[in-house]
């Protein structure tokens, strides 16, 4: 538990076995040891009102998925709200804390997992890494370092105002988009991704109309 008041921003802590990440809807995220990418990465985004918090899991997820897209142009995507997939595949996974202090996000610590050398998964989790994708091992160094300048690089765009320019590459790249799927809320039902609201919520088109869904209202099936 890192204490207020040392909190730098820039700051990296990186956990090199993870055996008790924490993830969306209460998940585990398990890492062997020295295969993978796990770290925490503590910004200050004062310039950010509370409820543009989603502009934060934008910028990460952007910044995660141009350093996929030198590798693979087509085949990376993110999952709403912030996980990376290959294909139907986990790769990643993004979990943003926020400390809010007035009308402004005073710290943000972002954990990011990404696989990386990992080879055997728990046959209960559809998980892959960079190694079974593209059979050969990475450099987590010179991963970390290229996911850290496109942080820095897509922080500087969403500081100039333009969250319009992530957003849109947020959701030209958003899984399942425009395809019909089987969810679930309160009951199963088909749907159609459309995109995401100005708050972060998932839109999706239903025998009923656009409805919007917030964290852990909808869950993906088929």
């Known amino acids: 538990m890192l204490e207020k008041g040392i909190l730098k921003e820039g700051g990296i802590i990186i956990t090199n076995h993870q055996h008790a990440g924490k993830g969306q809807r209460g998940n585990t995220w398990v890492s062997d040891e020295s295969k993978?990418?796990?770290f925490s990465l503590v910004l200050k985004?004062?310039?950010?009102?509370?409820?543009?918090?989603?502009a934060l899991n934008i910028l990460v997820s952007v910044s995660i998925l141009k350093v996929l897209k030198d590798l693979d142009k087509s085949s990376f995507?993110?999952?709403?709200?912030?996980?990376?997939?290959?294909?139907?595949?986990?790769?990643?996974?993004i979990l943003i804390e926020n400390s809010i202090q007035g009308?402004?996000?005073?710290?943000?610590?972002?954990?990011?997992g990404?696989?990386?050398?990992?080879?055997?998964f728990d046959k209960q989790f559809k998980a892959t890494s960079l190694t079974r994708i593209f059979k050969r091992s990475f450099n987590l160094n010179v991963l970390l370092n290229k996911i850290i300048r496109q942080l820095e690089d897509q922080l500087l765009i969403l500081k100039s105002g333009n969250l319009p320019q992530l957003k849109t590459t947020y959701l030209d790249n958003l899984y399942w988009l425009n395809e019909k799927h089987t969810f679930i809320s309160s009951s199963k039902f088909n749907g159609i991704i459309s995109g995401i609201d100005q708050i972060g919520r998932l839109e999706v088109?239903?025998?009923?109309?656009?409805?919007?869904?917030?964290?852990?209202?909808?869950?993906?099936?088929?």
């Open 36 to 38: 993978n990418l796990t």
């Open 45 to 54: 985004p004062d310039f950010l009102n509370p409820s543009d918090s989603f």
């Open 77 to 93: 995507r993110i999952k709403w709200p912030n996980d990376i997939m290959y294909l139907d595949h986990k790769l990643g996974g």
């Open 103 to 112: 009308t402004k996000i005073e710290n943000s610590i972002i954990g990011i």
């Open 114 to 120: 990404l696989n990386v050398n990992q080879i055997n």
């Open 205 to 222: 088109k239903t025998e009923k109309g656009l409805e919007k869904f917030n964290f852990k209202e909808i869950k993906y099936l088929e």
